[in-house]
């Protein structure tokens, strides 16, 4: 049945109104996540620069990066690559190990082209308040042993906590945590070592 004329036009109107609202509110979503996109981008460059010293690269770390599959890891880890005038200098691994006790810890892993550790940082982890959280270098120095460590420094059996017999100083109640990310610098070295002009010379990936 056809309705009058005189109906339509707050049908109409009713329409136009929600066509108005759905574009403004596109508008405003898309806004959001371009901004929220480049707030998380801010933070990730900063996370990942401040890693390494700013004299050591002049490069944009977050465009030159590959992906870097991980022995027994679900996922792959992020190598960032640092070059200075175009020269190799060291890179910043963005690894998740899923061994912590309540989950995945989420790395960054400094290294230098020759395999050094420079520096570990915890990005994100689940674990127990006071005893596995303890790996923050917020709130504790036990990071602090792995800059200047390599495969060979200690040698492959030495890579565990000493609990397990290992040289890595294991925080009190904190066994798989230590374990965790200990096995998971080891392993991130491992792949560089592995392959160590290769990831230098693949192209960059770009998101």
Known sequence: MRLPSKNLRPV???VVIGLVSALTL??????TGE???????????SAVSGMLADRDFDNNLLEDWIEL??????QPATAYRARLAGEPVAMVIDVTTPRGYSGDIRLLVAVDVDGTVRQV????????????????????DW?????????RDPEPDGWAPDRRGGDFDTLTSATITVAAIVEAVKRTLQVIEAQPENIFSQQAEHP
């Open 35 to 45: 901004r929220i996109a480049k707030e998380q981008q801010t933070r990730a460059l």
């Open 26 to 31: 596109a508008g405003l979503d898309q806004l």
């Open 69 to 74: 599959p991980i022995e027994g890891f679900e």
């Open 121 to 140: 940082g915890v990005l994100e982890h689940r674990e127990t308040p006071g005893l596995g959280d303890r790996v923050e270098a917020r709130r504790s």
């Open 12 to 14: 109409l109107t009713l």
């Open 143 to 151: 990071l602090e042993q792995f800059p200047g460590r390599s495969l």
